[in-house]
């Protein structure tokens, strides 16, 4: 009884919540425009390779466990939440943005962005798709409510790390904008979708 209940409650939740996810990944794609010419456009480019290079070369398994064991490691102190913070914080993305970050504090290294924003996209959606790939090998059920429920958080607070990482490197604080808007789509989605129903 009860674990029918927990599977109810997650399908509900992933269902409401949808429209968070939705407004995310369209606020985030628009928000890309905010930053610098080259951020948008090679960070765009790193994340259509990714896919390409998974499906047709390579799957890059190992190399995203290996992250996900580091960061684990990082933050063992706050176990059990170690490995909710290795999945939500994508761990060579992050070394990407801070190190250019960080080499930006040395010396000016804008004309090497474009490389930087690639490799980020590209290991942003890396970590997306395996993230979800290591859920779904989680769950047994057919359903796979507790996939649907976990995946949709995960995304929601990996966008917005990534803004948050891109602001950082880009000097500049458009988060609360970004924050904003995906409040105003995801409250008009529910507010088409009351209005709909009712």
């Known amino acids: ?3 029918g209940l927990l599977f109810l ?4 939740f992933t269902v409401v919540f949808f429209p968070v996810v939705f407004a995310c990944a369209v606020v985030f794609y628009g928000h890309l425009e905010r930053y ?5 456009e090679f960070f765009q480019w790193g994340a259509y390779s990714f896919v390409l290079v998974f499906f047709f070369v390579y799957q890059f398994q190992r190399m995203y466990q290996g992250g996900q064991a580091a ?9 059990p939440l170690d490995r909710t913070i290795a999945r939500v914080i994508p761990v060579y993305a992050t070394v990407v943005l801070v190190g250019m970050y960080a080499l ?6 804008s004309a090497y962005a474009h490389y930087f924003l690639f490799f980020a996209g590209f290991f942003l959606v890396m970590h997306v798709l395996l993230l979800a790939r290591e859920l779904q090998e989680e769950e047994s059920s057919f359903l796979k409510s507790a996939y649907f429920f976990r995946m ?6 990996l966008s917005c790390v990534v803004v ?7 000097w500049q604080w458009t988060f609360f904008d970004f924050f904003t808007a995906v409040v105003d789509r995801a409250r008009d989605i529910y507010a088409a979708a009351i209005e ?3």
């Open 71 to 79: 960061m684990t490691e990082i933050f063992k102190f706050l176990t």
């Open 152 to 157: 949709s958080v995960y995304f929601v607070f």
């Open 9 to 12: 409650l997650r399908i509900i």
């Open 36 to 40: 610098p010419a080259d951020y948008g």
């Open 164 to 170: 948050l990482l891109l602001d950082l490197t880009a």
């Open 104 to 109: 930006n504090k040395i010396r000016d290294v």
């Open 196 to 198: 709909k129903i009712f």
């Open 1 to 3: 009884m009860g674990e």
